[in-house]
């Protein structure tokens, strides 16, 4: 999506090798219209697999995913990390480990908004590691409920999520696929000369 790698090259910023700050439109400060395309382009590409729920985590993930349900015309529910005062037993939950905060986040959805019928979009801001799309689609699974797929803002494509996620046959569409971090510049999987 090049208005998408537009803002990343012009708003993003190379903190290392490994990690690209993007606190400028998705992070921190969300840039709403870039955001709703993103959404629009993730409902572009879903809109024949039939969605009946998009699903995301808290927080960064909620700003992609709005417009992607509200195009699909689907509900939008997102996993919290720390359960809620008001959340009871009835839950679905998934432990995620970040390898890169290095601790395990029980991530938590409620039984009533996921069921077997449901045919489900998963969106996140980034895909690393893969860890955070595992425990969702783990969710999805303990609900019965079918993937149809994950819809990714930013693949990191030096680390091995996609790889994961592909291997245990899920689809996986990234707006943006980073093939390097280096030396404050980006590149992209599609600008490698093959
Ligand atoms: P994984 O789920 O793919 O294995 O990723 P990882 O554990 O590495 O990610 C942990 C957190 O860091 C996630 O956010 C993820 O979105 C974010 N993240 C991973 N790589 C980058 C990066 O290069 N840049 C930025 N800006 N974020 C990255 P989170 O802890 O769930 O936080 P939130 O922002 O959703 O609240
Ligand atoms: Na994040
Ligand atoms: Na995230």
């Given amino acids: 999506m ?11 910023n190379v903190l290392s090798s490994e990690v690209l700050k993007v606190d400028t439109f998705l992070n921190h400060q969300v ?3 870039l955001m ?12 024949k697999d039939g969605i009946t729920k998009v699903l995301t985590i808290e927080s960064s993930g909620i700003a992609p995913s709005f417009m992607a349900a509200s195009s699909l015309n689907t509900p939008l529910i997102f996993a919290r990390k720390k359960k809620s005062l008001t ?7 998934s432990q995620v480990y970040s390898f890169t905060k290095r601790e395990t986040n029980d991530i938590t ?6 069921n077997a019928n449901d045919t489900v979009l998963i969106i996140d ?33 030096f680390q091995d999520g996609r790889k994961k996620l592909e291997k245990d046959g899920y689809r ?6 980073i093939h390097e971090l280096k030396a404050g510049h980006v590149t992209f999987v599609d600008e490698l000369v093959t």
């Fill in 2 to 12: 090049e208005k998408l790698k537009q803002a990343i090259r012009e708003r993003g």
């Fill in 31 to 33: 840039d709403v219209n």
């Fill in 36 to 47: 709703a395309a993103v959404g629009e382009e993730f409902a572009r590409l879903f809109k």
């Fill in 87 to 93: 959340m009871n037993e009835n839950v679905y939950n």
């Fill in 109 to 114: 959805v409620s039984k009533d908004f996921i």
């Fill in 125 to 157: 801001d980034f895909l690393a590691n893969g860890q955070a799309a595992l425990g969702l689609i783990d969710i999805v699974e303990q609900a019965g409920a079918k993937v149809a797929g994950l819809g990714i803002v930013i693949e990191k494509s």
């Fill in 172 to 177: 996986v569409e990234s707006l943006a696929r």
